[in-house]
């Protein structure tokens, strides 16, 4: 009777030590299981890190190629602003070129109208000069014609 009970009792308890057993492998299972999922979120978690430090460094990238871009921009817009200034400074020397030949055929042709006048002015000086000499070669011929007359008038 006794030996029945240890018997069962015997059974009893290594059915408790299998369940005990099985419990602990079934949780040795689920830590496992839990380990798995922890390392697959930790290396979700690095993908999504490296995932993010590539999109952040293509961000990075494109403003880098933007700032170039502006950059390059403001560049040209200053070699044009130059190349404005300088055609600008280029078409006024060329004006203040054209004044100054405008300024010089003036005065060549005020200086060849006072050199003419000068030169009008002194042939008719020359002309009235003559002109007196003549007058006082005529006024000398009539005293002599004169004074011939009146000796030919004393003679006579």
Do not use: P
């Amino acid at each position: 009777h006794l030996r029945g009970y240890f018997k069962e009792s015997r059974k009893e308890r290594f059915r408790e030590i299998r369940e005990i057993v099985r419990d602990f492998e079934s949780l040795r299972d689920c830590e496992r299981e839990q380990e798995k999922v922890r390392e697959s979120k930790r290396r979700r978690e690095r993908v999504r890190g490296k995932k993010k430090k590539e999109s952040e460094r293509l961000r990075e990238k494109a403003r880098e190629r933007e700032r170039e871009r502006e950059r390059g921009e403001r560049a040209r817009e200053r070699a044009e602003r130059a190349r404005e200034r300088a055609r600008r400074k280029e078409s006024e020397k060329q004006s203040e070129r054209e004044r100054a030949r405008e300024r010089e055929r003036e005065s060549r042709e005020s200086d060849r109208e006072h050199v003419e006048k000068r030169v009008r002015n002194r042939a008719r000086d020359r002309e009235r000069e003559r002109e007196r000499e003549s007058e006082k070669e005529r006024e000398s011929e009539r005293a002599r014609e004169s004074e011939r007359e009146s000796e030919r008038e004393r003679v006579e």
